[in-house]
T-cell receptor
Framework: NAGVTQTPKFRILKIGQSMTLQCTQDMNHNYMYWYRQDPGMGLKLIYYSVGAGITDKGEVPNGYNVSRSTTEDFPLRLELAAPSQTSVYFC????????????FGSGTQLSVL | GQSLEQPSEVTAVEGAIVQINCTYQTSGFYGLSWYQQHDGGAPTFLSYNALDGLEETGRFSSFLSRSDSYGYLLLQELQMKDSASYFCAVRDRGKLIFGQGTTLQVKP
């Protein structure tokens, strides 16, 4: 099993550009999450999904969009990138129910210049 | 909403025991988790407490008191490789909200 796979690992965007961060998991997990982590800070929840077709906002959803058309994939879309979106982005998944263990991808380092 | 508080930094020596505290406020509560993150890496799961009491996993233990909205992570027989950031996290329905993290520095 590959676990949680994120692409790309690094990306530089110009202000106003758009991009999609890809996340896929092969563990048949119901729950998937997107977090951002600024230097020296904790993880802030952007969006999450409890199953295919179901998404909901987290703590910092503005400037982002998600979709969950399949159990495996949970892409994060940045529209009109801004310097404030420079961060490390982590995707994570969990089986859900009473199983609390989150598995994280290796992260995407995004710079908006 | 949800909020979690944990100390920003803790320093200890190799072989010692250290406790990292976490207090939380949340409208709904399902459990308290702990994660470890080394510099430049992804967070990894350490433990989860849904009920009051102590959970032990090797050198690491985690405690929860729901009535006090408080938990802690206890690391025993500290090793240099334990130098990392430690995050508590609370589940509120589908959301998992993380604290700001505690940086643990282990000195020889």
């Amino acid at each position: 099993n590959a676990g949680v796979t994120q692409t790309p690992k690094f990306r530089i965007l110009k202000i106003g550009q758009s991009m999609t961060l890809q996340c896929t998991q092969d563990m048949n997990h119901n729950y998937m999450y997107w977090y951002r982590q600024d230097p020296g800070m904790g993880l802030k929840l952007i969006y999450y999904s409890v199953g295919a077709g179901i998404t909901d906002k987290g703590e910092v959803p503005n400037g982002y969009n998600v979709s969950r058309s399949t159990t495996e994939d949970f892409p994060l879309r940045l529209e009109l990138a801004a310097p404030s979106q420079t961060s490390v982005y982590f995707c994570a998944s969990a089986l859900g129910g009473t199983n609390e263990k989150l598995f994280f991808g290796s992260g995407t380092q995004l710079s908006v210049l | 909403g949800q909020s979690l508080e944990q100390p920003s930094e803790v320093t200890a020596v190799e072989g010692a025991i250290v406790q990292i505290n976490c207090t939380y406020q949340t409208s709904g509560f399902y459990g308290l988790s702990w994660y470890q993150q080394h510099d430049g890496g992804a967070p990894t799961f350490l433990s989860y407490n849904a009920l009051d009491g102590l959970e032990e996993t090797g050198r690491f233990s985690s405690f929860l008191s729901r009535s006090d909205s408080y938990g802690y992570l206890l690391l025993q027989e500290l090793q240099m490789k334990d130098s990392a950031s430690y995050f508590c996290a609370v589940r509120d329905r589908g959301k998992l909200i993380f604290g700001q993290g505690t940086t643990l520095q282990v000195k020889p």
